[in-house]
Every structure is written in C-alpha cells, then in structure tokens.
C-alpha cells in the first residue's frame, strides 16, 4: 500500500518511513524539506495525493501552551483538510499518553489536536504513546547549562521509539478505530535518572542535577500523569537495553 508520513524526517518519522518501507510498503516522506508545511497547509494535497493511508507525527519542540496549540491545531486541521480533499482512506496520528489529565505546556496542543481528530469528517486513527527511550538525549541536550546538566525529575514509562513507529504502520495498515489502546515502554523510570544513565553512556562529565520543575506541565510528569493506565499495550525493550546500544 501507499503510505504518506507526515514529519518523516524527525525523530518517530524516520523510524516510521523505515518501519513501512521495511514491510513492503510505498512511503512518501513528507516534511519541510520536501516542500510540505503543516502550518500553512503548502504541499499536503500533493504529499497525501494517491495514499491508501496517512501517518502523522508532525511536531514541534515547545513547553509553552500559545505556540504548541497554535501548531497542532493548524497541523490537524490542515492535515485532515487535504485528506478529504484528496480522499484519503485513513488518517493515523501519533499523541501522548495522559494529555487530557495533564493539559498543560507542549500537552495542551496535543489535546486540542486530539479533539480536532475527533470531530473529523476523514475517518482516523489516534495512537496515544509514552515518552519515546530518545527523549532522554532531548532532555539532555534542553537541560544542559556549561558544566552542569539540570535534569528534571518525571515519572515516565518510556518506549522505544522503534516500536511506536511498528504500531503506527501497523494501525495503518487496519481499519480506522477512533482511538487506539495506549502504548507505554515495560517499566516505569525516573526521567532525571535516564537523562544521567544516557550522559554516561555518551562519555559525558557534566554534573546531572535531579530538579523538579515549578511549571505545571512538569509537576504533572512529576506526579506520573504520564503514566500509562490499565489497558495500555507495554513494548519489549527497555530503557536499560536501549541504553546499551547507544554506547
């Protein structure tokens, strides 16, 4: 089949494009660099033209509510736009675990995404998934101020971000269900601790500081609003073997 991804040149995206490309599948990796802006619209029609489904794990790095809402409302809105106009089958997108107990910072705009995907005339598919293992190199590099890196504490469940990318090709290659089960990695960890596991295994010397957070966003991860509930599909790696590959 044909599948579109949208953002497959970030993170999760890349892995996706592989994961489909991987099964046999055709794959378009639509992105900036290809000429699609999911913000003002430019290239979707062509991008997601002829695709039997779409993946979307379009993002933005932002802990403030204004811009993340702002982005992932357009994006949605845009994305789900040129679908219809163009007919696609099913539309895929990638959230975040616990964003309606925890709507605030960056969680805000992956709410108000989610509930532009539920009004939706294109039928879709919504894949809430934990922290991916890769969002403690994120954090580090955020983090880090000269010598001393000011990890913040958080309760996370991470999964590797090659598994989420397997469930993504795999929801498209199925029918449309609204909502999907969650996705969260085997075994809870402590964010700060990931971030100075994921240092160490880098060769770094900088001093990892454990620091909670005073913005709301922060002290919901700290309190384990993240934290995926009963029900969720756990993966299989670990964030302790994950961190053995990257050494």
């Known amino acids: 089949m044909k599948i579109t991804v949208v ?3 970030g993170t999760v995206g890349s892995l996706t494009v592989a ?3 991987g ?9 900036r660099r290809t000429g699609v ?7 979707l029609n062509e991008a997601l033209s002829g695709a039997d489904a779409v993946v979307d794990v379009s993002s933005m790095p932002t802990l403030s509510v204004s811009p993340a809402v702002k982005f992932f409302s357009a994006a949605a809105k845009n994305v789900l736009a040129a679908a219809g106009t163009v007919k696609v089958p099913h539309v895929v997108r990638l959230s975040i675990i616990g964003v309606d107990r925890n709507p605030h910072g960056f969680y805000a705009g992956q709410l108000a995404m989610e509930k532009i995907y539920d009004d939706a005339a294109v039928p879709t598919t919504v894949l809430r998934a934990a922290q991916f293992h890769e969002f403690a190199a994120q954090t580090l590099q955020r983090s ?6 000011l990890a913040p504490r958080a309760r996370v469940q991470p ?13 498209a290659e199925g029918e ?3 909502r999907a089960a969650d996705l969260a990695g085997p075994r809870e960890e402590e964010l700060a601790q990931m971030v100075r596991g994921y240092a160490h295994s880098q060769g770094s010397r900088r001093l990892v500081l454990p620091v909670r957070l005073p913005m709301p966003m922060m002290r919901g991860m700290a309190a384990g609003l993240q934290l995926p509930s009963a029900g969720a599909q756990l993966g299989n790696q670990s964030f302790p073997e994950w961190l053995e590959q990257q050494k």
């Open 7 to 9: 953002g497959g040149t």
């Open 159 to 171: 999964v590797a971000g090659r598994e989420v990318a397997e469930n993504l090709v795999s929801l």
């Open 176 to 178: 449309p269900m609204g």
């Open 37 to 43: 802006n999911v913000t003002t619209g430019e290239g």
């Open 23 to 31: 099964r046999g599948h055709e794959v378009t990796s639509a992105s």
């Open 144 to 149: 880090t101020l000269g010598p001393v890196v």
């Open 19 to 21: 994961a489909a490309r």
